[in-house]
Structures are given as structure tokens and as C-alpha cells.
């Protein structure tokens, strides 16, 4: 059983088009975390939700956003793909925010390649 | 602004002998860091944590040494063995959970039968 899963595992698209990735955990996490590894290999985090509530939002622009239908998901979509969009995108959960990223467990990532 | 720093991209050792990865940081405000492992094609996966209390946190053949003088840290693997190899990912955050993770680059981690 994943506990982490995301969906597309890879992603092609042109440039304009609006696309979403899917994540979904069977932890029982309250806490999901939305991060991308750019080209230069960082790991950034983007987005964090607890409880369905967003907590953290890096900067992210706003044709990224992230939906919470519930606990256990978290969704990522993203308006007018950009070339720079390019990327590794990484969904993760933890037991809650006292835990923090102590133990995050990371889905496997979805690439996605903007042309 | 890289306040996560691993200035190796790649290490190789030998099976059987010690595997010494360094992780510098910038940022005073740091309290927890972690290593994270990650094999190609997956996520990352979470593999041994030290808070600023501590100067040494061991856990089987893994052990993390935090100097927090010198905002440096280690994670030194013993016995190297080649399911080891992978990238091993650096991470620091403040005490609060909702602090995100500063993630360093990664360093490679060969370890040759």
C-alpha cells in the first residue's frame, strides 16, 4: 500500500495549458505538504495545509493553487503552464504541525515538463 | 540565498567503510534538522533528525553530529554498504511545525562493492 501516492507520475503540456496533479495519502495525516525541486535540484517547500486549512504559502504564484477536499487530499493545479514550471513536484504529509516535516513522508513525485 | 549548504554534489566510498556527508547552514534561527534519502524515481524518504539540544543522535549504522557553533552538521553511515547509494538531502527548520523545511542540494552517495 503507498502511503504517499500522486498522479500523473509524468506530465508533458504545452506552454498556456492549465493542468493538475493529484496526492492523496492513507495515513491518517492532518498535515500535506505541496514541494517542487527545480532544475538546480533545491527543494522548495510551496504549499502546506493542516486540517484542509492552508498554513504556508511560499511565494508561489498565483496560477498555482492548491485544493483540499478533504484531509487526506491535496490537489495542485496550475493556470497557464510556463516554461519555468519545469520541474519535480513532490506531495507529503506528517502527522500534524507539531511534528512538522519530523516525519514527512514524501509521494514519489511527479514530473512535469513544460514545452 | 542558500541558508542549506552541501558543498559536496557527489561522494564515493567503498563498501564496509565510513560515509561522511556535511551539511553547513546559515540561518542562527535553525532547530531541527533532518536527512532525508532519496533513490531515483521516488520521494524523498526520512531518515534521522537531531534537535539543537543535542550534539549527537545515533540510530543503527547512522549517526548525525550537530556543531552549532560552526552551523554545521554530519551524517556519517557505518558501515557503507551499496543500498546506501543515493542522494541524501540536508534539512533544517525553526522549533515551530509550521516552519517549512530548507532543503540543501543533495550529495550523491556511491558506495562501490
Known amino acids: 500500500d503507498t502511503a504517499v501516492s500522486q498522479t500523473p507520475k509524468y506530465l508533458v503540456t504545452q506552454m498556456g495549458n492549465d493542468k493538475s496533479i493529484k496526492c492523496e495519502q492513507n495515513l491518517g495525516h492532518d498535515t500535506m505538504y505541496w514541494y517542487k525541486q527545480d532544475s538546480k535540484k533545491f527543494l522548495k517547500i510551496m504549499f502546506s495545509y493542516n486540517n484542509k486549512e492552508l498554513i504556508i504559502n511560499e511565494t508561489v504564484p498565483n496560477r498555482f493553487s492548491p485544493k483540499s477536499p478533504d484531509k487526506a487530499h491535496l490537489n495542485l493545479h496550475i493556470n497557464s503552464l510556463e516554461l519555468g514550471d519545469s520541474a519535480v513536484y513532490f506531495c507529503?504529509?506528517?502527522?500534524?504541525?507539531?511534528?512538522?516535516?519530523?516525519?514527512?513522508?514524501f509521494g514519489q513525485g511527479t514530473r512535469l515538463t513544460v514545452v | 540565498d542558500q541558508q542549506v549548504k552541501q558543498n559536496s554534489p557527489s561522494l564515493s566510498v567503498q563498501e564496509g567503510r565510513i560515509s561522511i556527508l556535511n551539511c553547513d547552514y546559515t540561518?542562527?534561527?535553525?532547530?531541527?534538522f533532518l536527512w532525508y534519502k532519496k533513490y531515483p524515481a521516488e520521494g524523498p524518504t526520512f531518515l534521522i533528525s537531531i534537535s539543537s539540544i543535542k550534539d549527537k543522535n545515533e540510530d543503527g549504522r547512522f549517526t548525525v553530529f550537530l556543531n552549532k557553533s560552526a552551523k554545521h552538521l554530519s551524517l556519517h553511515i557505518v558501515p557503507s554498504q551499496p543500498g546506501d547509494s543515493a542522494v541524501y538531502f540536508c534539512a533544517a527548520r525553526g522549533l515551530s511545525g509550521n516552519t517549512p523545511l530548507v532543503f540543501g542540494k543533495g550529495t550523491r552517495l556511491s558506495v562501490i562493492a
Open positions: 507529503a504529509s506528517s502527522q500534524d504541525l507539531s511534528q512538522g516535516m519530523r516525519k514527512a513522508f
Open positions: 540561518n542562527s534561527m535553525f532547530d531541527y
